[in-house]
């Protein structure tokens, strides 16, 4: 499939979690949704989008500590956002149960406390882990922050496009497959598990 060599969507998440994706810290999100989408739940209109990093409502105690310095504080949201990564989702999974985020422990950043947190917000609405392939843009582009991308939403269309041609994959691709693979597995392996 030919992808365009300009994005201008973005996919909020906090920035500690973009900056693990760009380091090849991690291969995964987790979405369930935000206040301004359809009955409150994620949907994946895009599965090529840039990392747009959000400070809103990022918490350093839901980090794993070893992962802390990821975490910068900004106390409300900056007025410039640096664009640095894009990301295609390989694959989508319905979380059914914690125990299936528990077995990947060791493959993100995030604290239990953190995961238990997202299962239980708004319960009737599942909870997707999406894996992804990130890529590092040869230069990282500085946008301004304007109001429409404010709020609790997990899209926002930017006022530009962002080049990607020339951007490099956070982590080889053999390696990928491998986590993928390991991430896979695990959290079919929890389901049967007692």
Same mark, same amino acid.
């Given at each position: ?12 998440? +906090? ?20 206040? #301004? ?19 809103? @409502? ?8 070893? @992962? ?9 949201? =900056? ?28 493959? @993100? ?30 230069? =990282?582009?500085?946008?301004?922050? #304007? ?7 997990? +899209? ?19 390696? #990928? ?18």
């Amino acid at each position: 499939m030919l992808y365009p060599e300009e994005l201008g969507v973005g996919l909020k998440e +906090w920035d500690s979690v973009c900056e693990a994706l760009r380091q090849g810290r991690q291969i995964v999100l987790l979405r369930k949704g935000g206040i #301004h989408e359809s009955g409150g739940e994620f949907e994946l209109e895009f599965r090529r989008f840039l990392l747009f990093p959000t400070f809103l @409502h990022q918490d350093k105690s839901m980090l794993k500590p070893e @992962h802390h310095e990821l975490f910068q504080y900004s106390g409300s949201e =900056p007025t410039k956002i640096q664009i640095a990564s894009y990301a295609d989702v390989t694959d989508i999974v319905r979380i059914e149960d914690a125990r299936q985020i528990n077995a990947i422990d060791k493959y @993100h950043i995030w604290t239990p406390g953190l995961i238990q947190m997202r299962l239980e917000y708004r319960p009737e609405n599942p909870l997707y882990l999406l894996l992804v392939r990130t890529f590092n843009l040869a230069q =990282p582009v500085t946008i301004d922050n #304007h109001p429409a991308y404010a709020g609790c939403r997990s +899209w926002v269309g930017l006022r530009q496009t962002i080049n990607v041609k020339d951007a490099s994959p956070a982590i080889d691709p053999a390696t #990928h497959q491998v986590y993928r693979d390991e991430i896979k597995a695990k959290i079919r392996a929890a389901l049967r598990e007692e």
